[in-house]
């Protein structure tokens, strides 16, 4: 259905229009996606699957064990990422050092929830918030 909104928005004439259509379209639908992920066993924010800092939405398919973890990408001030956790196990999300989650301790994570869509925002660089 995109690929057909998005033909009839580049055939505008007017390519400015249908570049500012596109940008709406992409932040509507993300085509930056990472999907189908696996959660690193054992946990930690040392191991954790590293998320890509190029894709704004991340879909964690596979957690095989309570804690298997991921991290975030570096903490820069108007990053947002979107994690959903498909899996039927809760994951722990970690930033890298020295950034934060909700101010909790590097070192520490944060918990998600088996099922759950999150939001991550930094405002301040080297903090995200959910």
Do not use: W
């Amino acid at each position: 259905m995109s690929e057909i909104v998005r033909a009839y928005i580049n055939s505008l004439p007017d390519k400015r229009v249908a570049g500012a259509l596109n940008q709406a379209l992409d932040r509507l639908i993300p085509t930056n996606k990472d999907t189908a992920l696996t959660a690193t066993a054992g946990g930690g924010q040392a191991n954790g699957l590293q998320l890509s800092k190029d894709a704004a939405y991340h879909d964690v398919t596979v957690v095989a064990t309570a804690a298997d973890s991921v991290a975030l990408p570096v903490a820069k001030s108007g990053a947002m990422h979107f994690v959903k956790n498909s899996a039927a196990l809760a994951m722990q999300v970690y930033a890298p050092t020295p950034d934060t989650i909700d101010s909790v301790a590097t070192g520490t994570g944060v918990v998600q929830l088996a099922g759950d869509g999150v939001l991550y925002v930094c405002a301040v660089d080297g903090n995200y918030v959910r």
